[in-house]
Nanobody, 115 residues
Framework: QVQLVESGGGLVQAGGSLRLSCAASISIFSINVMGWYRQAPGKQRELVALITVGGSTNYADSVKGRFTISRDNAKNTVYLQMNSLRPEDTAVYSC?????????WGQGTQVTVDS
């Protein structure tokens, strides 16, 4: 089992920044892929960004150039730095970990961008 705890969400003005954190209960060296997803009201959950154990990253087109995913192996934590936030970024952001055939989710953190 892998427990994931997110933090860092909140209310921010458009154009502002937030940094989300996802702390894992085990060494993230043993997790193949970690990612951030988001779900806005009335919409399907979508991939925001992911990072592999080797450090490769992938981003949704809508966040490229604004968001950065990174990892701190010593802290077993993955971050999502979000800059130039827009009202359409408002959603519940959830951390995901894929370990072999198993997937795990955090509880989610609300990000609200006020115009």
């Amino acid at each position: 089992q892998v427990q994931l705890v997110e933090s860092g969400g909140g209310l921010v003005q458009a154009g502002g920044s937030l940094r989300l954190s996802c702390a894992a209960s085990i060494s993230i060296f043993s997790i193949n892929v970690m990612g951030w997803y988001r779900q806005a009201p009335g919409k399907q959950r979508e991939l925001v960004a992911l990072i592999t154990v080797g450090g490769s990253t992938n981003y949704a087109d809508s966040v490229k150039g604004r968001f950065t995913i990174s990892r701190d192996n010593a802290k077993n934590t993955v971050y999502l730095q979000m800059n130039s936030l827009r009202p359409e970024d408002t959603a519940v952001y959830s951390c995901n970990a894929r370990r072999g055939l198993e997937g795990y989710w955090g509880q989610g953190t609300q990000v609200t961008v006020d115009s």
